[in-house]
């Protein structure tokens, strides 16, 4: 048996996603697990070095963890042969400089999503990662969501017949800051820092749309800022520059149609934050964050429409729950597992940077399509 250790350079990790996401429920715990198995006996067990720029935050964090390393200076952590993963989950409108500093310097990269704040940027970083031989990968949680494993695999079954639509719902409201405090960072809502919800959740549609339905074909989007107005960590107000809502549908290769709404100015009437209804000829299903429920053809009802009468029956439980039949671990640790998996044996990959390349470049378009009111064509991308 070989007991390998893996040293990763992990910046953002005081953010949301960086702490408890990454930090806490995947790598720590792969650590904490013992390592991860690569069979034959072998074990990697990965080692994170701490990167970001309040000194005293994270220090405390890793005497907390029981981390050795931490630094606020990423030119030493890119210059120290040890470290072999740059890993960025900063704030988006900073991550395509390190990355590049990353690149560089000859580490493997792993980031959260969007991988830059436009098309060119991160293609251009898929471009630099591969012509200097480095393995790369963006954050593509979703697919690893129970509810949306258990929607890949009605799929696989044939469970649809055909596909002809899906209709995703993603969204509850964020408060603005005045009489109680937001529940996103502040950053989110202006434009001018990489905020707004077509980058943050359109990158998310594209891989999810792509990997389950089909290649997004063309888009057409309406974004808008609900809320002109928010407070900010500090209680200030400030204008909220950024789209906070976004209507976008979506044609698919394979002739299906999607059609998702974005919004963190909508209040929950649903099962999950983000609910998904797909509709076949054969069946229908629901997928959430966890559950899915479905529907099959023999089991359809026959509504009839007559708003003289009250419904007489009660739709919703004419789903059946779809049984998990397996363990869900952590979407964001089986992703790195799997990234760790690429990067030590080689094992393929699809999740790289020109997949977040892709995401981008439909939050871009996306943007276009709202502003010029029209829809458009999404070419398929290359290096
Ligand atoms: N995969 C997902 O589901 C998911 C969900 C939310 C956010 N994200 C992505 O993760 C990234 C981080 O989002 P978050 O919600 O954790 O943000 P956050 O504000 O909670 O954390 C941002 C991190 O970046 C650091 N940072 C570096 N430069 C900064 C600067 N100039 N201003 C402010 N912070 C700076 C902060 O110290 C912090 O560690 C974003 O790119 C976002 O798109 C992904």
């Not at 991988?115 to 940027?121: H, S």
């Amino acid at each position: 048996m070989t007991r390998r250790t893996m040293r990763i350079a992990m910046n953002g990790v005081t953010g949301r996603m960086g702490y408890r996401q990454h930090l806490v429920r995947s790598i720590l715990s792969l650590r904490d697990q013992g390592g991860l198995d690569l069979g034959d006996g072998d074990v990697l067990v990965p080692e994170p070095v701490l990167v970001g720029r309040r000194a005293h935050v994270l220090k405390t964090m890793a005497e907390q963890h029981g981390i050795e390393h931490w630094t606020t200076d990423l030119d030493s952590v890119l210059a120290d042969p040890s470290v072999e993963i740059y890993f960025d989950a900063q704030v988006t409108a900073a991550r395509e400089a390190a990355v590049k500093q990353a690149i560089a310097a000859g580490k493997h990269i792993y980031c959260e999503k969007p991988t830059g704040t436009t098309l060119e940027g991160s293609l251009e970083l898929a471009r630099l990662a591969e012509a200097a031989g480095i393995k790369h990968g963006v954050v593509q949680d979703k697919l690893f969501l129970p509810g949306l494993l258990k929607l890949r695999r009605l799929i696989e079954g044939g469970f649809f017949g055909r596909i002809l639509s899906v209709r995703g719902e993603f969204g509850y409201w964020v408060h603005e800051g005045d009489w109680q405090s937001a529940q996103r960072p502040s950053w989110n809502y202006r434009a001018q820092d990489g905020g707004g919800i077509v980058v943050d959740m359109f990158p998310h549609w594209e891989y999810v749309l792509h990997e389950l339905f089909g290649r997004v074909r063309t888009v057409q989007a309406l974004a808008t800022t609900h809320i002109p107005q928010r407070w900010d960590e500090q209680d200030k107000p400030y204008d909220a520059t950024a789209d906070d809502a976004a209507y976008g549908i979506f044609e698919l290769e394979g002739g299906a149609v999607a059609q998702i709404n974005s919004s963190w100015a909508v209040r929950v009437n649903r099962d999950e934050l983000v609910e998904f209804q797909v509709d076949g000829t054969h069946g229908s299903a629901v997928a959430g964050l966890r559950e899915c429920r479905v529907q099959h053809r023999s089991a359809t009802p026959k509504p009839v429409w007559n708003p003289d009468l009250p419904v007489t029956e009660s739709f919703r439980d004419q789903w059946q729950r779809v049984p998990d039949n397996a363990e869900f671990g952590n979407g964001f640790k089986a992703q790195w597992e799997l990234f760790l998996r690429h990067v030590v044996l080689d094992e393929p990959w699809r999740w790289d940077l020109l997949a977040g390349a892709r995401g981008m470049q439909l939050a871009e378009l996306g943007l276009r399509s709202s502003e010029q009111g029209r829809r458009i064509e999404v070419p398929e991308l290359s290096l």
